[in-house]
């Protein structure tokens, strides 16, 4: 997969990773870019090999990613990459939709400036300069931009962390099905209007236009799953 990958933001004050974060990035890279693919199963000495690393940080980097809902722990048979059905997308987009569209409310009531929301704004502009070069990937990336800057944005810390964790959760299904949907110039139009009713303070607006962005997302990608018949991402 070309489209970036999410990653997970050091903590305030901190230049260098510790071990623990280096192994939760590097795994939880491979697993949304499907280099752990769903149902992959390793010992956690494997883990480690691989990665390079004594067996304690893979240790808690799995603890981790366990209480984040990518893997699972079997006693004396290591991680398993959790698969993703489609009523597992259902659940997930339900609750994205609730947490981004409350996300879009409170930003919408600060009132913020151009400059705060430029991150937002940049990453829908290049969401339509990548249509128009036919680039899914680079879509992709800037859609992902977006829906990070808002629930960044939002004020809520718990939020955020929330929505994120969501969000990881079906990456890898957004990612499969990205070139089995119609072109998705619909995104774009509906951003700028959330982007339009935040500026203006009108946080019923923005609320309301993410719900029914999100719940179009959400009704396009469980259709495709049903359609193409894909037992798990």
């Not at 799995?62 to 489609?86: D, F, N, S, T, Y």
Request: charged residues 30%; glycine residues 4%.
């Amino acid at each position: 997969m070309n489209a970036s990958t999410p990653q997970k933001s050091l903590p305030a004050g901190k230049n260098k990773p510790s071990l623990v974060e280096r192994a939760y990035e590097s795994i939880k890279k491979r697993i949304l870019d499907n280099q752990y693919y769903p149902g992959y199963q390793a010992l956690e000495k494997d883990v480690a090999e691989d990665l390079g690393m004594s067996r304690t940080p893979v240790r808690e980097a799995l603890i981790q990613l366990k209480h984040e809902g990518l893997v699972e722990l079997i006693p004396r048979r290591g991680m398993r990459v959790v698969p993703i059905v489609a009523d597992d997308m259902q659940e997930i987009y339900d609750v994205l939709t609730s947490l981004e569209s409350m996300a879009a409310e409170l930003l919408a009531r600060r009132r913020p400036d151009a400059a705060v929301l430029e991150p937002m704004k940049a990453a829908t502009r290049d969401m339509v300069n990548a249509l128009e070069e036919d680039d899914l990937d680079g879509w992709a990336a800037a859609d992902e931009r977006f829906h990070r800057a808002l629930i960044d944005l939002c004020g809520n810390r718990r939020l955020a962390n929330m929505a994120n964790t969501v969000r990881d959760q079906g990456y890898r299904a957004r990612m499969v099905t990205l070139r089995l949907r119609d072109k998705p110039f619909a995104s774009a139009d509906e951003h700028e209007q959330v982007l339009k009713a935040i500026e203006a303070g009108d946080w019923k607006t923005a609320r309301d236009v993410h719900y029914e962005h999100r719940k179009r997302a959400s009704q396009e990608l469980t259709g495709i799953l049903e359609k193409y018949r894909l037992p798990q991402l």
